[in-house]
């Protein structure tokens, strides 16, 4: 299916609430996946896939344990990308003058991207990240990726090297629709309608549905 890239964003945000995200992240996760989708990734299957490893899972499980480290690492041995790349944003100025920031066991690596394009605007230089052999890299803007693109998908990255500032070679340019698979959105619905009230009698009096009475 094609979907405009609001379409693309609004289902996600509505999808990372009903998953138990706070509002602020999960327009967050929404606007990652919206970016990755206009890159040509499949932002929807990436998400639908964290959520559901993530799904009820207290969110200091899977959340750096220290910004300060060398190493970011989660207490669960699996670290959020989305709450990782949120905190990688916010560290910009501590990642420009490291140079480099490495994150361990970060679930599906590239939803952690887009949040570089934010610390990259921040900063005013382009950032970088490898992983497994692929290397990607972004103004906030444009996109580069180079390397082995088949590890783009992978559900774990052992080892994630964050660098400011970076290189861009290779860019790709937006698109303002994207494909999507029906799977992945179906997915993403059923968590959507967790952020829907459940009908009472209260409500149907009020206007909701057919009232007390359905005579249709």
Same mark, same amino acid.
Request: net charge neutral; with cysteine; hydrophobic share 45%.
């Given at each position: ?30 606007? #990652?996946?919206?970016?990755? !989708?206009?890159? #040509? ?38 670290? !959020? ?40 605007? @921040?900063? #005013? ?15 906030? @803007? ?12 992978? &559900? ?13 070679? #290779?860019? &790709? ?7 999507? !698979?029906?799977?992945?959105?179906? @997915? ?14 209260? !409500? &149907? ?12």
């Amino acid at each position: 299916m094609s979907h405009s890239l609001n379409e693309i964003e609004a289902m996600s945000k509505r999808a990372a609430r009903g998953a138990g995200l706070s509002w602020g992240l999960a327009e967050e996760a929404a606007k #990652g996946t919206r970016w990755l !989708s206009a890159f #040509g990734f499949p932002g929807t299957d990436l998400l639908a896939d964290l959520l559901e490893m993530n799904d009820r899972i207290p969110p200091i499980d899977v959340s750096p344990v220290s910004l300060r480290a060398p190493v970011w690492h989660a207490p669960a041995r699996r670290m !959020s990308p989305l709450i990782a790349g949120a905190s990688l944003s916010d560290c910009a100025m501590r990642l420009m003058e490291r140079g480099t920031i490495a994150m361990e066991n970060i679930c599906f690596p590239l939803l952690s991207v887009p949040f570089m394009g934010g610390a990259a605007q @921040r900063l #005013g230089h382009p950032v970088a990240t490898e992983w497994a052999g692929a290397r990607l890299a972004t103004d906030g @803007r444009q996109l580069c990726v180079q390397g082995d693109t088949t590890v783009l998908r992978a &559900r774990m990255a052992d080892q994630m090297v964050f660098t400011a500032p970076a290189r861009m070679t #290779g860019r &790709r340019e937006p698109v303002l629709r994207a494909d999507v !698979s029906v799977e992945s959105w179906q @997915r993403l619905s059923t968590f959507a309608h967790r952020t829907f009230a459940p009908a009472t009698d209260d !409500s &149907r009096l009020r206007g909701a549905g057919a009232g007390l009475s359905d005579n249709d």
